[in-house]
């Protein structure tokens, strides 16, 4: 398969505060099979998305999807990442860069906070 994935997260100074991605990166691939997934990140740790289309690219890769793994349609996801895709258009001309949308309100992650409530106020989300 020619396709790879970019989950893109924020990033932090912490290390282990991105293993989370990286983990999540882990998960995506055991859905999806034989594809490659690539946990990249905007800022403060790398690879950063540049950083992670050019390793896609070099192992022969000519379509990548970039999901961006932000709740919020801020100024990442708005200005920052569609400006860096297009500078990687550029740079790569022969590569399709597909982006997704953000994570956004979706019922799926309100069951998983459903969740996280429960597990430390059991008695205040009803079943």
């Known amino acids: 398969m020619d396709t790879g994935i970019i989950l893109l997260g ?3 100074r912490i290390p282990e505060a991105n293993q989370h ?3 999540l990166a882990g998960q ?3 859905f999806l ?3 490659r997934v690539q946990p990249c990140y905007m800022m403060r740790t790398h690879p ?3 950083e992670g289309i050019a390793m896609l690219v070099e192992e022969g890769l000519r379509q990548i999807v970039v999901i961006p793994m932000f709740f919020c349609n ?3 996801v708005q200005r920052d990442i569609p400006e860096l895709l297009e500078a990687a258009r550029e740079r790569f001309p022969g590569v399709t860069l597909i982006y997704g949308t953000n994570l956004g309100a979706d019922r ?3 069951e998983v906070i459903v969740e996280r409530i429960r597990e430390v106020a059991p008695g205040v989300v009803s079943q």
Do not use: P, T
């Open 48 to 50: 950063d998305l540049l």
């Open 33 to 35: 099979g034989d594809v």
């Open 108 to 110: 799926r992650i309100a």
């Open 28 to 30: 995506v691939r055991e």
């Open 74 to 76: 801020g100024l990442h």
């Open 21 to 23: 991605l990286k983990l």
């Open 10 to 12: 924020h990033g932090s």
